[in-house]
């Protein structure tokens, strides 16, 4: 069940200074209350981002820390530096300004600062609460971003306006089924582009670069073996932060953009570390985006096989069962092989359509060998099963008093399912309804 089209995710990044009512504009957009909102100034500390949906269009959406472009204070300064970097990775800017306040000193600096950048701006007039206060908004055509939309993030006026205004972002491109499209992920110094570099030099061709959805970003297509790959951001791959000369800036939301981006993820380990938090977290991410994902034991030739503890790797990645495992060495090049055939066991998982008549027999396997906890009379039994999507694959089970399926019975018959249909590396999506 391929998709004929895709959207790209665009990075959507709100900022401005403190207390303009940035995190509430962040939490009216998201639905969820995910940055603090107070009267006190820079609250929000660190950039937060989350994915969101418009008219069935997925977008990255994050709320800068505020910027305070005069302050000596340090924690200040560091959450200026998160919210420029956050800035910088943006496809789209929301510059929001406080109605009842006016154009600041600070305002004026930030903007400034931002055009440097050399982003796409949207002027957002914030606390436009009643219409005396919309006598001041003319005062912000000095800023020189045109008209600007007028909101109350606090009640919701203007938000149908303002992400209308955002529709051209959301550009649509016809999707290539036959290539098998996938991110390298992971934290700084794992060997990500010594990884990307040893690949490419085993493909038969590189078909091209081609630009990617941001500015900067480049996606590379190459064949090996008869079947056409396309890597998203290779240039955030091979781009190195300027933090350090030997250390890499990682940045969560090119991850995060590259993994919406990809249908599988090679999750790149250091082999000679024991598995990080941060490993887990972005192993975290790619689970929840719906991707499938290979694990890479990358740096083999820094130790010895025998010395890493695939027992207690596979246990903390426990929240994303059966992920395939393969140990490289890309400076060495070794294990490049191995890796792509994995990549395309993956892939032809991934894409798998079952037959429902098959997934019925065996949810009635599975059911009878442990049937569902009842209440009192009410018995919980199903009624029917049947696979409603792929890419990942979805499977949809009606249940009679479906409400009373435990998440932890839920979990039991995915470990079966997965067991079956052998779906390692895969995230099956199960839906349980009511008959």
């Given at each position: 069940m391929p998709n004929e089209f895709e959207v790209s995710t665009p990075i959507i990044t709100i900022c401005g200074r403190p207390n303009v009512g940035k995190s509430t504009l962040f939490n009216r957009l998201t639905g969820k209350r995910k940055s603090i909102v107070s009267e006190i100034p820079g609250t929000t500390r660190d950039s937060i981002q989350t994915n969101c949906l418009w008219n069935d269009k997925s977008f990255i959406l994050v709320d800068s820390g505020g910027i305070e472009t005069y302050s000596d204070n340090q924690i200040t300064k560091k959450v200026t530096d998160k919210s420029y970097e956050s800035i910088n990775e943006a496809d789209h800017i929301l510059f929001v300004v406080d109605a009842t306040s006016g154009i600041t000193n600070e305002d004026t600096e930030i903007l400034r600062i931002i055009r440097k950048i050399d982003k796409e701006i949207t002027l957002v007039i914030n606390k436009v609460d009643n219409s005396s206060r919309e006598e001041n908004i003319n005062d912000f055509f000095v800023l020189g971003l045109g008209e600007g939309i007028n909101i109350s993030a606090y009640h919701g006026n203007g938000i149908f306006d303002l992400m209308n205004s955002l529709e051209h972002l959301f550009s649509i491109e016809e999707a290539d089924d036959e290539s098998i499209k996938f991110s390298i992920i992971g934290r700084p110094n794992v060997g990500k582009s010594t990884l990307f570099n040893s690949?490419?030099?085993?493909?038969?061709?590189?078909?091209s670069e081609m630009p990617g959805t941001t500015r900067d970003s480049v996606d590379s297509k190459f064949e090996y073996k008869n079947n056409d790959y396309t890597i998203v951001d290779t240039a955030g791959i091979r781009r190195?932060?300027?933090?350090?000369?030997?250390?890499?800036?990682?940045?969560?939301?090119?991850?995060?953009?590259?993994?919406?981006?990809?249908h599988i993820s090679l999750l790149v380990i250091d082999s000679t570390e024991n598995l990080t938090l941060q490993d887990q977290h972005i192993a975290g991410l790619i689970r929840e985006s719906g991707n499938g994902c290979v694990?890479?034991?990358?740096?083999?030739?820094?130790?010895?096989?025998?010395?890493?503890?695939?027992?207690?790797?596979?246990?903390?990645?426990?929240?994303?069962?059966?992920?395939?495992?393969?140990?490289?060495?890309?400076?060495?090049?070794?294990?490049?092989?191995?890796m792509l055939k994995e990549l395309i066991s993956v892939n032809r998982r991934y894409r798998q359509n079952f037959n429902d008549d098959e997934i019925w027999k065996n949810i009635l396997n599975i059911i009878s060998s442990n049937m569902p906890p009842s209440k009192g009379k009410r018995r919980v039994y199903p009624t029917s099963a049947r696979q409603i999507g792929s890419n990942p694959p979805k499977i949809q089970i009606k249940f009679h008093n479906a409400e009373l399926v435990h998440f932890s019975y839920k979990r039991y018959i995915e470990n079966k399912l997965r067991n079956i249909f052998d779906l390692r590396g895969v995230p099956l999506q199960l839906e349980i309804s009511e008959k």
């Amino acid at each position: 069940m391929p998709n004929e089209f895709e959207v790209s995710t665009p990075i959507i990044t709100i900022c401005g200074r403190p207390n303009v009512g940035k995190s509430t504009l962040f939490n009216r957009l998201t639905g969820k209350r995910k940055s603090i909102v107070s009267e006190i100034p820079g609250t929000t500390r660190d950039s937060i981002q989350t994915n969101c949906l418009w008219n069935d269009k997925s977008f990255i959406l994050v709320d800068s820390g505020g910027i305070e472009t005069y302050s000596d204070n340090q924690i200040t300064k560091k959450v200026t530096d998160k919210s420029y970097e956050s800035i910088n990775e943006a496809d789209h800017i929301l510059f929001v300004v406080d109605a009842t306040s006016g154009i600041t000193n600070e305002d004026t600096e930030i903007l400034r600062i931002i055009r440097k950048i050399d982003k796409e701006i949207t002027l957002v007039i914030n606390k436009v609460d009643n219409s005396s206060r919309e006598e001041n908004i003319n005062d912000f055509f000095v800023l020189g971003l045109g008209e600007g939309i007028n909101i109350s993030a606090y009640h919701g006026n203007g938000i149908f306006d303002l992400m209308n205004s955002l529709e051209h972002l959301f550009s649509i491109e016809e999707a290539d089924d036959e290539s098998i499209k996938f991110s390298i992920i992971g934290r700084p110094n794992v060997g990500k582009s010594t990884l990307f570099n040893s690949m490419i030099g085993q493909a038969k061709s590189i078909v091209s670069e081609m630009p990617g959805t941001t500015r900067d970003s480049v996606d590379s297509k190459f064949e090996y073996k008869n079947n056409d790959y396309t890597i998203v951001d290779t240039a955030g791959i091979r781009r190195k932060g300027k933090i350090g000369k030997e250390i890499e800036y990682f940045s969560v939301l090119r991850t995060i953009k590259a993994i919406s981006e990809s249908h599988i993820s090679l999750l790149v380990i250091d082999s000679t570390e024991n598995l990080t938090l941060q490993d887990q977290h972005i192993a975290g991410l790619i689970r929840e985006s719906g991707n499938g994902c290979v694990l890479v034991m990358n740096k083999l030739d820094l130790i010895d096989k025998e010395k890493i503890k695939e027992t207690e790797i596979i246990e903390k990645l426990k929240f994303f069962p059966g992920i395939p495992l393969v140990y490289t060495s890309a400076k060495l090049k070794s294990g490049m092989s191995e890796m792509l055939k994995e990549l395309i066991s993956v892939n032809r998982r991934y894409r798998q359509n079952f037959n429902d008549d098959e997934i019925w027999k065996n949810i009635l396997n599975i059911i009878s060998s442990n049937m569902p906890p009842s209440k009192g009379k009410r018995r919980v039994y199903p009624t029917s099963a049947r696979q409603i999507g792929s890419n990942p694959p979805k499977i949809q089970i009606k249940f009679h008093n479906a409400e009373l399926v435990h998440f932890s019975y839920k979990r039991y018959i995915e470990n079966k399912l997965r067991n079956i249909f052998d779906l390692r590396g895969v995230p099956l999506q199960l839906e349980i309804s009511e008959k």
